[in-house]
């Protein structure tokens, strides 16, 4: 008796999953989806979203984990093989190569194939892209720049730089006044890599970097000494807040609140902190960085953070539906708004929230970036390599006596890790 | 009926002749079981994972003894190495400083639990805690240290900034709870020092420093033992207050082993899970050599009773 009804229990499921393929609402069966974003706003965020596709698909059975963000980085390598959900947050770029090279993405370059998506997803695309085939679909990105105190420029008389000599002459009369020109936080060493970024794509051009971070230049030509000379100017004048190397970005933060630093190189996600700590959007602004070398064209870090169809999901169907759904104008405009993730929406047919930093950025990327956008030191960069750079860098920005040992070590680390 | 009973008696009696023998091992069984496939089991593993390179995911590639080879070319591994040895000497502070702090608690006032209590509070506080609560004593701009240091008239310093500095830095706050965990030892210690031969000592004259290295010292030894065990072992598997303290910084300069296997094998940058197994080994083998020589002590110990 009960094998009977399993089978017709059995029977009517294949019938309404062939019913759910005809059309397209309609879905059936699991949908198990992982999630990294365990801060309060983005997990409210996401599972209002999801609970909106559930609404759509009633009778599809969703099943949302939530895991905090750092274990994430560690726990995706065992459930991606182990034990796959359908679908998985992760980052773009060269930091979901390990899992594409395993096989254990799903290619989706089918839904990149439908101009509603190829078209006005355009300019994530090449993120998204490995080996000609796309391995995900983007969620959210936001502009990378420098965020500086607007009271502070306006007391010493200063307005926001566009050359490289503004940006010194500026930072020399911060100096004088008593206060640092940037504040910074080593301790996690990322943040060393974004003053890097950004140094070296004004020095030398978004292409130069992307062969250095390949491992197609070398650490020792130069053209990256000539990036961290230009750095070193900066080092040498005082410019960075003392002992950087012992704080996190987030206690770097006090130093611009309490006015010791006037200005900080970071992304958008250090807006809201910086408001909660009682900063005025009348007293904080944000410019693009400036020009160093004439003529190169302006490239911009925006890190895009992704959702992935694991090759071992159960329901890749609902999965490619799901996708489908996050990606679309309207879930786009609203999951990124200021009151949700506060990022810029990564379809072109989306609208932007009415934040002055958001509109700031994304009139940025999309007039101001012609060069190309980068993701991030470590995310464009091998793992293994990011890790061993930033902690060049680091040592750079504490002792700039030790390039040449420093440039040395990574062209010997960028032998062994590029083979 | 017959057979089976002759069966029974049989093997009753086997199991009465050897139950002596026999008992302890069942006992122990479930130990050894569990001893073997979480401990000596993982330790072949890791031997034979130090010849590979494997990233977690894809297929492992035997790649013979180049891990070492690696190591051997590695700065980071000699930093880390170096600061072992540090930890390794630094760390043994905690012995004669747990010595004093019982010797000073051992006495009956008014209160003493209190105070003995409040010794002994580090050592039940999480590392973690420990860790935090000296990064911000630490702290160049606003710990105390600074404040401290400037009312006597000494310029600032950024100990967990200064590659000079860290590990010393890092190894003071693994002193505190580690001196409570000492005093412990050797407060239980000093109970079963006999009274009856400091009276002797006492009446041939001995007292203070003469009294405590001839006379009560050498009663301590068992605990001088455990505690030097206790703090080798510490050392050696120094981990979480370098991992909240500085995160390995600046520039890797407060490393050790084992900080050094897990950024390598599990942390965010890693996944190198044989180059990783290759630096457990040598952690392994240094580990080795202290429990030996521990091994061996004891053994002498016991059988010279």
């Keep these: 008796m009960r094998s009977m009804l399993k089978t017709s229990a059995a029977a009517f499921a294949i019938l309404a999953a062939s019913m759910g393929g005809a059309s397209a609402d309609g879905l059936t069966g699991d949908l198990r989806i992982f999630l990294d974003t365990s801060n309060p706003a983005p997990r409210a965020t996401m599972e209002k979203m999801i609970s909106q596709f559930q609404e759509k698909n009633p009778d599809l059975n969703i099943e949302t984990t939530v895991i905090d963000r750092e274990a994430y980085k560690t726990q995706i390598r065992n459930f991606l093989s182990a034990n796959a959900p359908d679908v998985a947050t992760w980052y773009a770029a060269n930091r979901m190569r390990p899992y594409v090279e395993a096989g254990l993405f799903e290619d989706v370059s089918d839904l990149w194939a439908d101009p509603a998506i190829g078209d006005n997803l355009a300019s994530t695309k090449g993120a998204m892209t490995i080996d000609g085939k796309q391995w995900g679909v983007p969620y959210t990105y936001y502009q990378w720049g420098v965020y500086y105190r607007k009271d502070i420029f306006d007391e010493l008389g200063l307005s926001e730089p566009t050359t490289w000599e503004e940006e010194k002459a500026n930072c020399q009369k911060i100096i004088d006044a008593g206060k640092k020109c940037y504040t910074i936080g080593t301790k996690f060493l990322w943040t060393a890599g974004g003053w890097f970024d950004y140094l070296n794509m004004r020095t030398n051009g978004f292409d130069f970097h992307m062969d250095l971070l390949t491992g197609k230049a070398k650490w020792t030509s130069d053209e990256v000494r000539q990036t961290f000379a230009n750095w070193r100017e900066l080092i040498d004048m005082g410019a960075f807040i003392d002992n950087h190397q012992t704080y996190s970005w987030q206690e770097a933060l006090p130093f611009m609140v309490k006015g010791d630093a006037a200005a900080y190189l970071m992304g958008n996600f250090a807006v809201a902190p910086l408001r909660d700590a009682g900063l005025t959007d009348d007293q904080l602004d944000f410019y693009q960085f400036v020009e160093i070398t004439p003529g190169v064209e302006k490239a911009e870090d925006a890190p895009t953070d992704t959702f992935h169809i694991p090759a071992n999901a159960q329901n890749k169907e609902a999965a490619r539906e799901f996708l489908k759904f996050v990606v679309s104008p309207d879930i786009q405009t609203q999951i990124n708004d200021g009151k949700n993730l506060g990022q810029l929406p990564v379809n072109a047919q989306s609208s932007v929230d009415k934040d002055k930093f958001l509109e700031q950025g994304f009139e940025m990327l999309s007039t101001n970036s012609p060069g190309g956008v980068a993701q991030f030191f470590d995310r464009d960069a091998p793992a293994e390599m990011a890790k061993v750079a930033m902690e060049g860098l680091q040592e750079f920005m504490v002792k700039p006596d030790n390039l040449d040992k420093i440039l040395d070590r990574l062209d010997r680390a960028q032998e062994r890790i590029y083979k | ?305």
């Design chain 2, 1 to 305: 009926m017959a057979q089976a009973s002759v069966e029974g008696t049989r093997q009753s009696s086997w199991w009465h002749r050897n139950q002596q023998q026999l008992t302890p091992w069942l006992f122990l069984a479930p130990g050894i079981l569990f001893f073997l496939f979480y401990v000596i089991f993982p330790i072949f593993q890791s031997f034979n994972l130090s010849l590979y390179q494997w990233d977690g995911l894809g297929a492992a590639e035997y790649v013979g003894v180049s891990n070492y080879e690696e190591l051997y070319w590695d700065e980071a591994f000699y930093t880390s190495l170096k600061n072992n040895v540090i930890w390794l000497v630094l760390y043994l502070a905690a012995i004669p400083a747990g010595l004093f702090i019982a010797l000073f608690l051992n006495q009956t006032v008014t209160g003493i639990r209190v105070y003995k209590s409040l010794f002994f509070f580090p050592f039940v506080i999480s590392q973690v805690v420990v860790g935090l609560v000296f990064t911000w004593f630490y702290d160049p701009t606003f710990g105390i240290l600074n404040v401290v240091l400037g009312s006597v008239g000494l310029p600032p310093m950024n100990v967990l900034g200064d590659e000079n500095w860290v590990t010393v830095g890092i190894i003071i706050a693994g002193l505190w709870p580690q001196t409570a965990y000492c005093m412990i030892l050797y407060l239980t210690g000093l109970n079963a020092v006999d009274p009856e031969q400091i009276e002797a000592g006492r009446l041939d004259g001995a007292k203070g420093w003469r009294m405590l290295w001839y006379i009560i010292v050498p009663q301590l030894r068992p605990a001088t033992f455990i505690a030097f065990v206790v703090t080798i072992i510490g050392a050696l598997r120094s981990f979480d207050l370098i991992s909240v303290m500085t995160n390995g910084g600046p520039f890797g300069s407060s490393r050790v082993l084992s900080f050094y296997m897990f950024e390598v094998a599990l942390s965010e940058y890693g996944f190198r899970m044989g180059y990783g197994a290759s630096i457990a080994v040598v952690l392994f083998l240094i580990m080795l050599a202290f429990i030996a020589y521990f091994l061996w002590s004891m053994y002498k110990e016991e059988k010279a009773r």
